[in-house]
T-cell receptor, first 111, second 116 residues
Framework: AQSVAQPEDQVNVAEGNPLTVKCTYS??????LFWYVQYPNRGLQFLLK??????LVKGSYGFEAEFNKSQTSFHLKKPSALVSDSALYFC?????????FGTGTRLQVFP | EPEVTQTPSHQVTQMGQEVILRCVPI?????FYWYRQILGQKVEFLVS????????KSEIFDDQFSVERPDGSNFTLKIRSTKLEDSAMYFC??????????????FGDGTRLSIL
């Protein structure tokens, strides 16, 4: 079965510090990879994607993600966290035109 | 920036009743989707729709569910006879036709469906 693992339910980080939200996946083929963010009472907002090429991709709000094919991972990173980054983050491989979601990781950035 | 719009934001329905959830996808998008998220659980794929027909559906999407694009702008999800376990947040999404599936899906804010 296809699946996504986000091993940390919550990540806590101080404002200004770097952050990493981890994601590994088990999806057949070479799926396109996406990160989404969800703020309270809102839908899923696209952050960034990996399609092909450079393993480090950049997205919205200063976020970037690193693709590792051998480890089937796609970790989300940001060099300097902001309090406003606090939200729920979802890694989502695209398995032939449907997104597979994990349980999400809640990012809490403290002032 | 164009948005996916879903109505209503909250729907309360008696068990056994029919419910229709409505979505207006981004205007030039060609691929349409429904997902749902039961409280505290993962977001789950329900169905994809392209060229006026279902492309793929999940095991959740049984005979009680149907989708329709009745005109050029709306995309609806109908649950014919609701059950308690249908209570969830339902998200509509749409995707551009450019570059095959390299483009992201864009999501609405969801409809919270509560079955009593």
């Amino acid at each position: 079965a296809q699946s996504v693992a986000q091993p940390e339910d919550q990540v806590n980080v101080a404002e200004g510090n770097p952050l990493t939200v981890k994601c590994t996946y088990s999806v057949s083929g070479n799926p396109y990879l996406f990160w989404y963010v969800q703020y309270p009472n809102r839908g899923l907002q696209f952050l960034l994607k990996y399609i092909t090429g450079d393993n480090l991709v950049k997205g919205s709000y200063g976020f970037e993600a690193e693709f590792n094919k051998s480890q089937t991972s796609f970790h989300l990173k940001k060099p300097s966290a902001l309090v406003s980054d606090s939200a729920l983050y979802f890694c989502a491989p695209d398995a032939t035109d449907k997104l597979i979601f994990g349980t999400g990781t809640r990012l809490q950035v403290f002032p | 920036e164009p948005e996916v719009t879903q109505t209503p934001s909250h729907q309360v329905t008696q068990m056994g009743q029919e419910v229709i959830l409505r979505c207006v996808p981004i205007s030039n998008h060609l691929y349409f989707y429904w997902y749902r998220q039961i409280l505290g659980q993962k977001v789950e794929f329900l169905v994809s729709f392209y060229n006026n027909e279902i492309s793929e559906k999940s095991e959740i999407f049984d005979d009680q569910f149907s989708v329709e694009r009745p005109d050029g702008s709306n995309f609806t999800l109908k649950i014919r006879s609701t059950k308690l376990e249908d209570s969830a947040m339902y998200f509509c999404a749409s995707r551009s036709g450019e570059g095959r599936f390299t483009q992201p899906q864009h999501f609405g804010d969801g409809t919270r469906l509560s079955i009593l």
